[in-house]
């Protein structure tokens, strides 16, 4: 099983270009969520969705914008690539939310370089 | 804000010995609590979880404690191999916020010595 699949694995950006990072599972899972982690942190929430359609923003929006139109895919757009941006990002999903008792699913990241 | 945190930043154990990695919460409603493992270039990876209503979980190798008097969690890790050499991180949900995302903390490095 491919579970989530993140594209691509790494990428450098000049500073104010635009990218798209592709997020999609194969779980036929409800929830979908964006994270950033910075060296020796923690995940930090960008965005997440509930369901297609629908899309909420988490601790971190600034900078980024998502869109859900299908179940399957939950991709992050950066429109004006700043240094602060610089970061792995990890997208995840989960049949329910946190409260459900279903752990969230991770791919293994997108590992940004804004330059 | 209110956050989650980890009391040591690095733990260093014999392989065989027990692993007892720490974490502390400063939300009293924070209800649902979730320990996640990654290793290097991955993403992290479930381990365990635990409810408010319930002081501690069992797992396959692994036990998870709740203590909501001082606001503390910790993963207990039995007979540590070196495959559990990882970053740990707990997470939380708190019911009141009405977000239905986890909030992380910023992780413990786990290395298991042969």
């Known amino acids: 099983n491919a579970g989530v699949t993140q594209t691509p694995k790494f990428r450098i950006l000049k500073i104010g270009q635009s990218m798209t990072l592709q997020c999609a599972q194969d779980m036929n899972h409800n929830y979908m969520y964006w994270y950033r982690q910075d060296p020796g942190m923690g995940l930090k929430l960008i965005y997440y969705s509930v369901g297609a359609g629908i899309t909420d923003k988490g601790e971190v929006p600034n900078g980024y914008n998502v869109s859900r139109s299908t179940t399957e895919d939950f991709p992050l757009r950066l429109e004006l690539a700043a240094p602060s941006q610089t970061s792995v990002y990890f997208c995840a999903s989960s049949t329910d939310g946190p409260r459900g008792g279903q752990p969230q699913h991770f791919g293994d990241g997108t590992r940004l370089s804004i330059l | 804000g209110e956050s989650v945190g980890l009391h040591l930043p690095t733990l260093s154990v014999q392989e065989g010995d027990n692993s007892i990695i720490n974490c502390a919460y400063s939300?009293?409603?924070?209800?649902?609590f979730i320990w996640y493992k990654q290793e290097s270039g991955k993403g992290p990876q479930f381990i365990i979880d635990i409810r408010s209503n319930m002081d501690k979980r069992q797992g396959q190798r692994v036990t998870v404690l709740l203590n909501k008097t001082v606001k503390h969690l910790s993963l207990q890790i039995a007979a540590t191999q070196p495959g559990d050499s990882a970053v740990y991180f707990c997470?939380?949900?708190?019911?009141?916020?009405?977000?239905?995302?986890?909030?992380f903390g910023s992780g413990t490095r786990l290395q298991v010595q042969p």
């Open positions: 997470a939380e949900n708190m019911a009141q916020t009405g977000r239905r995302a986890l909030t």
């Open positions: 939300n009293s409603a924070s209800d649902y």
